[in-house]
Protein backbone atom coordinates (compact mmCIF):
# COMPACT_ATOMS: atom_id res chain seq x y z
CA UNK A 1 0.00 0.00 0.00
CA UNK A 2 1.47 3.44 -0.77
CA UNK A 3 0.75 5.09 2.72
CA UNK A 4 1.97 8.47 2.72
CA UNK A 5 1.57 10.78 6.14
CA UNK A 6 1.43 15.04 5.99
CA UNK A 7 3.11 16.48 8.68
CA UNK A 8 4.06 20.38 9.41
CA UNK A 9 1.27 22.51 9.27
CA UNK A 10 -0.24 25.39 11.67
CA UNK A 11 -0.92 28.90 11.95
CA UNK A 12 1.19 31.23 10.56
CA UNK A 13 1.50 35.25 9.99
CA UNK A 14 1.60 36.59 6.27
CA UNK A 15 5.04 36.66 5.38
CA UNK A 16 5.90 33.59 7.65
CA UNK A 17 7.49 30.37 6.74
CA UNK A 18 6.60 26.16 7.39
CA UNK A 19 8.26 23.06 5.93
CA UNK A 20 5.66 20.42 5.42
CA UNK A 21 7.29 16.96 5.14
CA UNK A 22 5.50 14.11 3.60
CA UNK A 23 7.30 10.59 4.72
CA UNK A 24 6.18 6.96 3.13
CA UNK A 25 4.95 4.17 4.88
CA UNK A 26 5.47 0.75 3.37
CA UNK A 27 7.10 1.09 0.37
CA UNK A 28 10.71 3.08 -1.08
CA UNK A 29 10.09 6.01 -1.85
CA UNK A 30 13.06 6.79 -4.14
CA UNK A 31 11.62 5.20 -7.63
CA UNK A 32 8.69 7.87 -7.54
CA UNK A 33 7.40 11.31 -8.56
CA UNK A 34 5.90 13.13 -5.26
CA UNK A 35 3.69 16.00 -5.56
CA UNK A 36 2.03 18.32 -3.50
CA UNK A 37 -1.70 19.56 -3.66
CA UNK A 38 -3.97 21.87 -1.36
CA UNK A 39 -7.63 22.71 -1.35
CA UNK A 40 -9.00 25.70 0.21
CA UNK A 41 -11.98 25.79 1.73
CA UNK A 42 -14.72 25.96 -1.09
CA UNK A 43 -11.73 25.59 -3.33
CA UNK A 44 -10.81 22.72 -5.89
CA UNK A 45 -8.08 20.33 -5.03
CA UNK A 46 -5.22 22.06 -7.02
CA UNK A 47 -1.51 20.98 -7.02
CA UNK A 48 1.20 22.94 -6.32
CA UNK A 49 4.84 21.35 -6.88
CA UNK A 50 5.90 18.08 -7.67
CA UNK A 51 9.37 16.25 -7.73
CA UNK A 52 11.04 13.48 -9.50
CA UNK A 53 11.91 10.41 -7.78
CA UNK A 54 15.84 11.00 -8.16
CA UNK A 55 14.99 15.31 -7.37
CA UNK A 56 16.46 16.25 -10.28
CA UNK A 57 13.68 17.90 -11.55
CA UNK A 58 10.59 19.93 -10.10
CA UNK A 59 7.78 21.86 -11.24
CA UNK A 60 5.70 24.73 -9.22
CA UNK A 61 2.08 26.21 -9.62
CA UNK A 62 2.41 29.92 -10.81
CA UNK A 63 0.99 30.96 -8.02
CA UNK A 64 4.22 29.54 -5.09
CA UNK A 65 7.15 30.45 -7.83
CA UNK A 66 9.37 31.53 -5.82
CA UNK A 67 8.17 31.20 -3.02
CA UNK A 68 7.94 26.97 -2.21
CA UNK A 69 10.62 24.81 -2.69
CA UNK A 70 10.30 21.09 -3.09
CA UNK A 71 12.86 18.41 -1.79
CA UNK A 72 13.80 15.16 -0.76
CA UNK A 73 15.74 13.00 1.14
CA UNK A 74 15.26 9.61 -0.26
CA UNK A 75 17.67 8.26 2.49
CA UNK A 76 14.74 9.63 5.26
CA UNK A 77 12.07 8.35 2.74
CA UNK A 78 10.73 11.52 3.27
CA UNK A 79 9.82 14.58 0.56
CA UNK A 80 9.35 18.40 2.00
CA UNK A 81 7.61 21.42 1.32
CA UNK A 82 9.81 24.72 2.10
CA UNK A 83 6.86 27.70 2.53
CA UNK A 84 8.63 30.96 2.56
CA UNK A 85 6.53 34.63 1.90
CA UNK A 86 3.29 33.07 3.04
CA UNK A 87 0.18 34.48 2.04
CA UNK A 88 -3.21 34.22 3.31
CA UNK A 89 -4.25 32.92 -0.13
CA UNK A 90 -2.04 29.64 0.79
CA UNK A 91 -4.36 28.55 2.93
CA UNK A 92 -5.51 25.42 3.05
CA UNK A 93 -5.07 21.52 3.88
CA UNK A 94 -2.07 20.18 2.14
CA UNK A 95 -1.52 16.80 0.70
CA UNK A 96 1.46 14.74 -0.67
CA UNK A 97 0.79 11.67 -3.49
CA UNK A 98 2.79 9.82 -5.79
CA UNK A 99 2.67 11.20 -9.03
CA UNK A 100 4.25 8.35 -11.22
CA UNK A 101 7.41 6.42 -11.47
CA UNK A 102 10.47 8.43 -11.59
CA UNK A 103 9.31 11.60 -13.52
CA UNK A 104 6.11 13.66 -12.40
CA UNK A 105 3.16 12.60 -14.89
CA UNK A 106 -0.92 13.07 -14.18
CA UNK A 107 -0.69 9.86 -12.66
CA UNK A 108 -2.72 9.77 -8.92
CA UNK A 109 -0.98 6.47 -7.00
CA UNK A 110 -2.89 5.38 -3.79
CA UNK A 111 -5.10 7.73 -2.01
CA UNK A 112 -5.41 10.67 -0.13
CA UNK A 113 -4.57 10.93 3.35
CA UNK A 114 -5.97 13.51 5.60
CA UNK A 115 -3.25 16.20 5.38
CA UNK A 116 -2.17 18.79 6.97
CA UNK A 117 -3.70 22.16 7.33
CA UNK A 118 -1.73 25.59 6.77
CA UNK A 119 -3.74 28.68 7.99
CA UNK A 120 -2.19 31.73 7.01
CA UNK A 121 -3.53 34.95 8.74
CA UNK A 122 -3.26 37.17 11.03
Known amino acids: QLQLVESGGGLVQPGGSLRLSCAASGFNLDAYAIGWFRQAPGKEREGVSC????????NYADSVKGRFTISRDNAKNTVYLQMNSLKPEDTGVYYCIAQGRYYCSGLRLGSWGQGTEVTVSS
Open 51 to 58: ISSSGGST
